[in-house]
């Protein structure tokens, strides 16, 4: 009778031993096992080492290194390849060439964390392997993990500061790795905060979290390289398997204990995800920027049902069906040189006084500028739209007092838009939508819940909001405003009473909806082919 054949996703780490088990493949398995993928420990190179010192490498043979390769190609393909220490320049071959043949088959991920030297400073790299990280891995690479000395090494560069880290990963990029994060882990701090500058196709920015204080941290590159990795292979973005990958790594911190006299291991373990201490901010720049919400700061109103219209006299007709809180989405452009259009002015001016004679919240979307001007209560941006402004139009937007809503799509859209501390973060689309083409998948009520629990702000749900079902379901998740369009139908004010009691029910739920211990990818991953 054969056994049945593990549905988990498959990575391939090659790496080598630890026999004191904190780093290398022990730690990577740790780091497997957190997010339920299979991993295959595959050895480059036996380490004698304890928690003090490392004393001796034995690095294998390239034959035996090929021989576990082959073992595994055809039972146990990888959806994801991860490399720690490699045993030389024939190893980088042989890896190289193991990955185009893999992608031949079907798309594989390739996550190099560039192992040159331990922390106690034996190292591991000698010239021509570095060379031969750059020829053969670097163009390879989907997501490459080193830190500052790696980045500088890999480059031939001196160490860069803080400020230097952008240009060295772009440098990197440009060496044809997909995705870079230079790790700041043993760096020095801001304010109180680690910093790893991340550049991906989806965003670049520093990703920061508090710092753990514990002296056991070995095996801590290990597991942020192989949870990264463990992501792709679920088949999350290079973006968002970093912000996992960030949390997983703070998990193992926080788990770390003493196993010798020196340095303890780390150890990353499942339901590091449902822990929102652990949830990372993204810069919008390259300037370590971060505004998080003082603590002393009273909580919104809660927002409730939310409308979105296109119009004023739609704006009229909803908030006098008893909706209180609105969205003015206009698309009318500014009149170059000549100020704003006059229509757009007018419909808002008519808007936000509606909704100052209810009492209602109204948020104007995209034009902030103009509704401050004009005294409106809040506004509502798209990332794009914030990334657009700068840091010094971020600021300004700030300053300005306007209530702020930020839509987000992703784990990394998440991460970015706590930076700013917003009045809200949207959540979407929850369900399919057709208001607007869009590349992202429905993130369902697991991702909303996961969403309500590690935003640290209250989350608004937007998407396909149909049903009086679906508003209850949203606010079960937790939703503080669950946004409505299409269904309030041509007369708000006969729809408006059966989704009020579907929102109280659903916040009134005796069982709130589970928060997932992973969200699901929101963004399909693509593999591009590498060269051969």
Known sequence: MTAERTTRPVVWSIAGTDSGGGAGLSADQRAADAFGVHLCPVVSAVTAQNSLAVTRIERLPPLALEAQLEALADDLPPQVVKTGLLGGAEHVRRVAHWIDRLRRRQPVALVVDPVLAASSGATFADPDTLAAYRELLLPRATLITPNRREAAALLGQPEAGTAGLPAQALALRRRGAQAVCITGGDAADLDGRVLDWMATEQADGWLAAPRIATPHHHGSGCTFASSAAAALALGFVPADALVLAKMATGHALRHAHPAGAGRGPVRAAAGFASDPSLMPWLSWGAAPVFAPAAESEAPPASLGLYAIVDSAARAEQVLAAGVRTLQLRLKTPAVPDAGWHPALRATLQRGI?????????????????????????????????????????????????????????????????RTLAPHYVACGPVWPTLTKAMPWRPQGLDNLAWWCAMAGRPVVAIGGILTPERVEAAARCGADGVCAVRVLGDDPARVLPSLQRALQAGRQAPTPAPVPALPHPSLALSVAPRPS
């Open 353 to 417: 006084a509606a909704a100052r004679g209810t009492g209602a919240a109204l948020f104007v979307n995209d034009h902030w500028q103009l509704a401050a001007e004009l005294g409106a209560p809040g506004v509502h941006l798209g990332q794009e739209d914030l990334l657009a402004l700068g840091d010094e139009g971020r600021a300004r937007l700030r300053a300005s007092g306007l209530a702020l809503g930020i839509s987000s799509h992703s784990l990394w859209e998440l991460a970015r838009a």
